[in-house]
């Protein structure tokens, strides 16, 4: 099987006690089957404090989060326990992957990083280098593709490539993406989408502090022309969008919600963005990128919400 994965998917490193939005805060953290005997099994005074910070929830390990929703095995430095008294191989699956996310095919599987993680952002945003795949892994052994996916591949090869087309205005290129993939956005202001947004299933309630921003946005906002300095940023973005999102098209059919997922994820972040900057003369990286992880955290990781979005997506579509 073939492992891909974007083209400076090697470069990332997690930023551990620098990160300034840490992924042991807030965030349920599951226990595999595996790991969890390892943990039952350790000795002595931090076998034990394992054992009591474990909670089983409808035969689902995890840990038990403090009061402010922090792994109780995080210290004071912002660094994991866990790893500075086990090591690496210690943690359970999901502390392994986080931010990794795959999508698995016939002949390969795909692996990406997750833009909730500031780290993975910064790296695969904040660079001029456009956005592509490369082979990281072969062990020889794949099946063929099936026509659906061989038609799939050639479809997101073309979308990669009129995201791409930089003698073009990026947001004509994203009006290219929906006319070929014959897909629609609903015509909605900024005020209908904060209030939207503000009704889906919630991780940080920070989140609502740059919907509410949103709420004076003309609808002309969405479609508007990006800044030349950002396109970049927001063309890799569109990107990594298409590359996470549309596989789900294999699965329903619809590749025209996918693609108006990915422009219109694109288009809500540019108008977030210029509500929430304060410096509208030079573009802000640091504030694009805190509201894209904060948008990845709240709707790529929840299924109720990404089916929401699509739900009211199709209907145009």
Same mark, same amino acid.
């Given at each position: 099987m073939k492992v891909f994965a974007p083209n400076i998917y090697r470069e990332f490193c997690c930023i551990a006690d620098k990160c300034? +939005? %840490?992924?042991?805060?807030?965030?349920?953290?599951d226990i595999d089957e595996d790991t969890l005997a390892f943990y039952r099994a350790q000795t002595g005074v931090f076998g034990e404090k394992l054992r009591? %910070?474990?909670?089983?929830?409808?035969?689902?390990?995890s840990f038990r989060l403090d009061e402010n929703e922090r792994c109780p095995f995080l210290n004071g430095q912002n660094l994991c326990d866990i790893y500075l008294t086990l090591g690496e191989n210690a943690f359970c699956q999901i502390c392994r992957d986080h931010p990794r996310f795959r999508n698995f095919f016939s002949d390969r599987t795909e692996?990406?990083?997750?833009? !909730? !993680?500031?780290?993975?952002?910064?790296?695969?945003?904040?660079t001029e280098t456009p956005f592509s795949l490369i082979q990281i892994a072969d062990d020889g052994e794949a099946d063929t593709p099936t026509p659906e996916e061989t038609a799939f591949f050639k479809l997101r090869e073309h979308l990669?490539?009129?995201?791409? +087309?930089r003698v073009m205005p990026l947001h004509l290129r994203m009006q290219s993406i929906l006319a070929v993939t014959d897909a629609h956005l609903p015509k909605k202001d900024g005020a209908f989408w904060s209030d939207?947004?503000? %009704?889906?299933?919630?991780l940080d309630h920070r989140w609502d502090t740059a919907l509410q921003a949103l709420k004076t946005a003309p609808q002309a906002s969405f479609s508007a022309p990006f800044q030349k300095e950002s396109e970049p940023f927001?063309? %890799?973005l569109l990107c990594l969008f298409l590359f996470r999102h549309l596989a789900g098209a294999l699965d329903d059919g619809n590749s025209a919600a996918r693609a108006a997922f990915a422009v219109h994820g694109v288009q809500l972040l540019w108008a977030?963005?210029?509500?929430c900057a304060k410096n509208s003369e030079t573009f802000d990286f640091d504030c694009a990128i805190d509201l894209v992880r904060q948008y990845s955290a709240e709707i790529e990781y929840s299924d109720e919400n990404?089916?929401?979005i699509c739900n009211i997506l199709s209907a145009d579509c």
């Open positions: 300034r +939005h %840490n992924c042991c805060i807030g965030w349920e953290i009591q %910070n474990i909670e089983i929830t409808d035969g689902c390990a692996v990406g990083l997750g833009l !909730c !993680c500031e780290a993975a952002a910064r790296l695969l945003l904040c990669f490539a009129l995201a791409q +087309h939207f947004y503000g %009704n889906l299933e919630r927001f063309e %890799n977030l963005y210029r509500a990404l089916q929401s």
